[in-house]
């Protein structure tokens, strides 16, 4: 049997971690992660990191094993996926990914295009301007420089307008010239599965896991990490709003309204991102039995 990659992606509160660990049980499989904020160690509740049970039901890999203070991007992530899958496939015949990181998918899958070296001095210039100024001056910048690219990524992560403003401060060319799109070829199947479900639905699920965030004690993990906000992995979804809270710019009610607002805008940037792709297959979460088959037919 030829080695397969079952790639299950979807928007975030779909479910996707759920749905993985029964496959993967089922097959006596594991499991690489492929979202680019639980890879943090000091993230736990703001990024809905699996469960220790979860974790425990089926082995993970690139689940909070870096530092928010270390450097990280999806190309340093290609090169140690592809390196884990290689080391996972000599035991196994089917390997999972699962996660909403759709550049992080793609780096496996299909590669992603060399991109210029970045001058140190104009990295700290990006970073100073999102220190100073906040995400709306990058996205102000890169939406003038680079339409195509500003459309298309999620705007409010801030290492994705980083690195369009530092390709364009470094050459005078938008990103999105960079980015051939050149699908590198790999030694192992793919197969490509999305989850969806009704739009209230979805909704409903987002607005219930940031109230159970909220229980767990969101507040006290994001508090514990006030003093180094301004790093790149904070300024996300679910973190940055809190931080608002606590800087005393907003209150805890406004606070939650923005986490579940953001976050189904993020949903909606995944769902567009996923959907790019034409051999991708669909299916509701709770279809466990239709996508096993789904998959059986692909090992074929």
Partial sequence: MQKTLVVIAGPTAIGKTNLTIKLAK????????????????EMTIGTAVPE???????????????????????????????A????????????????????????????????PDIDSKIRKEAKKLLE??????????????DPDYFTETDISNPARLIRGVEIYWQTGKPFSSFRKKQIRQRDFNIVRISLDTD????????????????KKGLINEVKSLSQWQELVP????????????????????????????????????????????????WFAPTEFDTIKKHINHALK
């Fill in 234 to 281: 904070l300024k996300t979804v679910g973190y940055q709003e809190i931080f608002k809270y606590l800087n005393g710019e907003i209150s805890l009610t406004e606070a939650k309204a923005l986490v579940k607002r953001n976050t189904r805008r993020y949903a909606r940037k995944q769902l567009s991102w996923f959907r790019r792709n034409k051999s991708t297959a």
């Fill in 52 to 82: 220790p049970e979860e974790l425990a039901a089926v082995p993970h890999h690139f689940i909070q094993n870096i530092s928010i203070h270390d450097h990280y991007n999806a190309s340093t992530y290609e090169h140690e996926a592809l």
């Fill in 84 to 115: 884990k899958l290689q080391a996972l496939f000599e035991h196994h015949d089917i390997i999972f990914m699962t996660g909403g990181s759709g550049m992080y998918i793609e780096a496996v899958c299909t590669g992603i295009d060399d991109m």
């Fill in 132 to 145: 100073n100024e906040g995400i709306e001056a990058l996205q102000k910048i890169l939406k003038t420089v």
């Fill in 26 to 41: 089922s097959y006596n499989s594991e499991i690489i992660s492929a979202d680019s904020r639980q890879i943090f160690k």
């Fill in 199 to 214: 739009r209230q639905e979805l909704h409903n699920r987002i607005n219930q896991r940031v109230d159970e965030m909220i």
